[in-house]
Every structure is written in structure tokens, then in C-alpha cells.
């Protein structure tokens, strides 16, 4: 879920306030538990590094980013390290999204099949590292269970998606912690099988909130292979030049 979205997690997310759902109506809606896990990730805005660990059985290597995300509908991720990978961005404005390589010097934009795709060969994909939130405007949700997870309840809500809808999986299953800490999301594709797997492995205060640390994305069936994003400083609710969200600063970045 990291750029990584409309918004954005693995950046991304995959950034409003630790949510803690207020009621117990509110608690055992799943639609308003999703939400309350996509404001504790991002906020009405945020600013945060990142490093991501791509890890293969024959090999491993890292990098580091800045991701900034704004409202619903506007999310940038620039790679600073390592010398190689520095410069490439990702722009995501609502349904488009650009990419930049600057030893190109060129910008792509992304048809929509292509979102779902591996981010710079990593287990994470475009939406994910975007925070994307077609999970909330693309499905239906449903609780289909409960559980106490340190001393929290969590909730286990799938999600299915609307007739016609323009997605990629059949079914994701996710788990929510009370106070909005997403702790695991299975992905689906359109015969039910399983795909992938992303768990959070670390949770701690962030900027004012319980937050998800460390989130590592593992495929189905390739043991030995995975990709862990871990979010080592952010800001949240804070000002944001218009000027970021741009296909010019992607390219000519201001600071």
C-alpha cells in the first residue's frame, strides 16, 4: 500500500491523527475501519523516508526514498539512494501517474493495467507504493471476524469487488487493530488464489501516532523472496507547495 495514490504506502504507504474508531456502531462497520486505516497511514498530508530492502535468494539490495502525500488524490516518491536509483519518481494525481528516469531524462505516463505492476523490480507495485485507496472506492467490505492482537481487538474484513469495477484482484482480506493500524492485507487474483501477502512486522509511535513501521510484502509461492519497506521519519498534517504535485517538479525537482 507505499507513493507507494490516489494516494499511496507499501508509501504507502502505501499518512488525519491515530485513529481510534469512536463507538461501537462505528467499530463493526468495515468501510469506516478501512478508511480509519488509510487516514492513520497517510493523514490529510505527510512527508516521509522510507527504505526499501529488496530481498532474493541470490541476492539483496536497498534504497531510499521521500514520499509526500496529499488529500485522497495526489502522492510523489523520489529514490535518493543509491547513486544509481537516484532521481527516479513516481507522480500519482488521482486516476493518472508518471514516471521519471532521469539518465532518460523522460517521463512516462502509466496506463491504468500497468499499476498493479513490480515498482523498480521490488514485491511492492505502483498503487501500493502510492497508497492507492481503490480498496475503498472499488470494493465492498465485510467483518468476517475478530481477534485480541496486544491487547487490541482486530478485525478481519474482506473485500470484494463492485460489479464492473476496473480492478486487478478478486478478493483482498484485511486486517484492521481498533485504534486504525492495518496489520495485514492478502491479495487475491480473479480465481481466489492467493497472490501475495503484506504484514506488518513493526508497529511504534510516528508522528503522533501507533504506526506501521515495517511492512514486508511476500509473494504466495516464491519462498525466499520478499520486499520490506520500513518508514524511518514522517511528518503528518503539514503544508505542502502546491508546486509538489507537479510533472514539473518530477522532473526538475525544488526542494
Given at each position: ?11 504507502a504507504?502505501?499518512?488525519a491523527?491515530?485513529?481510534a ?7 463493526a ?20 523516508t522510507?527504505e526499501?530492502?529488496?530481498?532474493r ?7 531510499t526514498?521521500?514520499?509526500w502525500?496529499e488529500?485522497?488524490d495526489k502522492?510523489?516518491?523520489?529514490f535518493?539512494?543509491p547513486?544509481?536509483?537516484?532521481g527516479?519518481?513516481t507522480l ?8 521519471y ?5 523522460q ?10 505492476q ?24 465485510r ?17 470484494v ?18 485504534d486504525g493500524?492495518?496489520l495485514?492485507e492478502?491479495?487475491?487474483?480473479q ?10 512486522e513493526k508497529?511504534?509511535p ?7 513501521l ?11 523472496r ?5 518508514t524511518?521519519?514522517a ?5 505542502l ?8 517538479n518530477?522532473?526538475n525537482?525544488?526542494?
Amino acid at each position: 500500500m507505499f507513493l507507494v495514490s490516489r494516494r499511496s504506502g507499501l508509501a504507502a504507504a502505501l499518512l488525519a491523527g491515530a485513529l481510534a474508531i469512536a463507538g461501537p456502531a462505528a467499530a463493526a462497520d468495515a468501510t469506516a475501519l478501512l478508511k480509519a486505516a488509510f487516514d492513520n497511514w497517510r493523514g490529510k498530508s505527510s512527508r516521509a523516508t522510507i527504505e526499501m530492502t529488496i530481498h532474493r535468494p541470490a541476492w539483496e539490495r536497498g534504497l531510499t526514498m521521500q514520499s509526500w502525500t496529499e488529500g485522497d488524490d495526489k502522492a510523489l516518491v523520489r529514490f535518493t539512494a543509491p547513486a544509481k536509483e537516484r532521481g527516479n519518481a513516481t507522480l500519482k494525481l488521482g486516476h493518472e501517474t508518471w514516471i521519471y528516469n532521469p539518465k532518460l531524462n523522460q517521463t512516462i505516463k502509466l496506463p491504468a493495467s500497468m499499476l498493479a505492476q513490480s515498482w523498480l523490480g521490488s514485491d511492492f507495485s505502483y498503487n501500493d507504493l502510492a497508497k492507492a485507496e481503490d480498496i475503498l472506492t472499488d470494493y465492498t467490505h465485510r467483518i468476517t471476524g475478530t481477534a485480541t492482537v496486544d491487547g487490541h481487538t482486530a478485525y478481519d474484513i474482506e473485500a470484494v469487488p463492485k460489479p464492473g469495477a476496473p480492478v486487478v484482484w478478486g478478493k483482498q482480506a484485511v486486517r484492521v487493530r481498533d485504534d486504525g493500524v492495518m496489520l495485514r492485507e492478502a491479495f487475491y487474483d480473479q480465481d481466489m488464489k492467493l497472490v501475495r501477502v503484506m504484514t506488518t512486522e513493526k508497529i511504534g509511535p510516528l508522528g503522533g501516532r501507533p504506526y506501521p513501521l515495517v511492512l514486508v510484502m511476500r509473494p504466495a509461492d516464491e519462498p525466499g523472496r520478499w520486499t520490506r519497506i520500513e518508514t524511518t521519519s514522517a511528518q503528518f498534517d503539514v503544508a505542502l507547495p502546491a508546486s509538489l504535485f507537479t510533472r514539473s517538479n518530477l522532473e526538475n525537482p525544488r526542494g
